[in-house]
């Protein structure tokens, strides 16, 4: 069983602070995908990384996949409110899927004005 | 813009009661997914459906859950005698053709509680 373990799972920041989420696992992983997901609404893709030690910048955000594309990390560069939200990473099997999304359970971001 | 939609987006039921939960998913995408989260968890994949076969039902947690898919249109699951643990959010997502590069994109999800 693949199990993705996010942290912090909790996270209230100031705004204007950086910030960075870990997504770690000991099982390989296809892809690693990270969501935002809002009350009431079903997660969002925000960004998709493959290869290993695979860097993709998103305005603010910076995602980066480990070399042995068994873990990553969410970066967020001066966080604004409009940044608070659920962050979700999930990763794929090769299967693809057939194995479904293993998500982590998620990191609460709060970003105080 | 048709994106994925799911209804009833809130049923609660009393326990042992069956409910069914339907899925669309965006017209020519060939994979459909379920998945459930319960609070406090991440989602939990339940079933991939390609057309419509389903490869691998091993992810259904029990066999009250069932689902089936309509060709490569509308998806229900079906939980039958439904128990308390049942309660959380349902989602349903699809995605182009299943590739493990693929966006999936999800609906906003039925809420199911369980008296």
């Known amino acids: 069983t693949q199990l993705l373990e996010q942290s912090p799972q909790f996270l209230s920041i100031q705004e204007g602070e950086n910030l960075t989420v870990y997504c770690n696992s000991s099982?390989?992983?296809?892809?690693l995908q990270w969501y935002r997901q809002e009350p009431g609404e079903g997660p969002v893709l925000l960004v998709t990384?493959?290869?290993?030690?695979e860097v993709k910048k998103l305005k603010r955000l910076t995602f980066q996949f480990g070399d042995a594309r068994k873990d990553s990390s969410l970066h967020i560069t001066a966080a604004q409110p409009g940044d608070t939200g659920l962050y979700l990473c999930?990763?794929?099997?090769?299967?693809?899927?057939?194995?479904?999304?293993?998500f982590g359970k998620g990191t609460h971001l709060i970003i105080q004005p | 813009g048709a994106g994925v939609s799911q209804s009833p987006s809130n049923k609660v039921t009393e326990k042992g009661k069956d409910v069914e939960l339907r899925c669309d998913p965006i017209s020519g995408h060939t994979a459909l997914y379920w998945y459930r989260q319960r609070l406090g968890q991440g989602l939990e994949f339940l079933i991939y459906f390609q057309g419509n076969s389903a490869p691998d039902k091993s992810g259904l947690p029990s066999d009250r859950f069932s689902a089936e898919r309509t060709g490569e249109s509308v998806s229900t699951l079906t939980i039958q005698r439904t128990q308390q643990e049942d309660s959380a959010v349902y989602l349903c997502?699809?995605?182009?053709?299943?590739?493990?590069?693929?966006?999936?994109?999800f609906g906003p999800g039925t809420r199911l509680t369980v008296l």
């Open positions: 099982s390989v992983f296809s892809s």
């Open positions: 999930a990763g794929a099997g090769s299967g693809g899927g057939a194995d479904g999304l293993t």
């Open positions: 990384v493959v290869t290993g030690g």
């Open positions: 997502a699809s995605s182009f053709n299943g590739w493990y590069t693929d966006t999936q994109y």
